[in-house]
């Protein structure tokens, strides 16, 4: 990952969930809170990847062109995988099918979704069982989509 923001906010994710691995031992009820701590966060990393990555692009285009396309990104929110397929696709409809078909392999389209599905169900005080093992997961393969889109944007 080449975005110093995104980096930096990996960085930090990847730093709690060895804190709170450390931390909470072999309590399960503390490592569920963590987990669905870790979701919402995860979630919060994958929206302003978008906005960071596409931002980023637009930044080379004229002022005005890059003042336009930065207030469009700054309204993604809670970006499943069909969001992040139909962003690629406003860019160049290309990326939209080279992304699509990398989402669709190794249960990447399934991690965003379900962090995405889970950090809906915790902000709104419904049961989630997610679990600090598939959160980890599930953040490892929305790096590996983030990755590619930073790569589709530097071609």
Sequence with gaps: MHNRELSSQ?????????KANAAC?????????WARYLCVLSAGF????????YG??????P??????????????QNPNTTKFIETARRFKPDWATELEA????NGRREAINSIMKNR??????RPSGITMSQIKDYLDKAVEV???????CER
């Design 10 to 18: 990996l960085q930090r994710l990847r730093w709690l969930f060895n």
């Design 25 to 33: 031992g072999n309590d399960f009820e503390m490592r569920s809170h």
């Design 46 to 53: 994958l929206e302003n990847s978008l906005k960071e990555i």
């Design 56 to 61: 980023e692009f637009v930044r080379r285009a």
């Design 63 to 76: 002022k005005p062109v890059a003042d336009y396309a930065t207030s469009m990104l700054s309204g993604i």
């Design 102 to 105: 990398f989402v669709d392999s």
């Design 120 to 125: 809906h169900e915790i902000a709104h005080g």
């Design 146 to 152: 983030i990755d590619f889109i930073e790569s589709q």
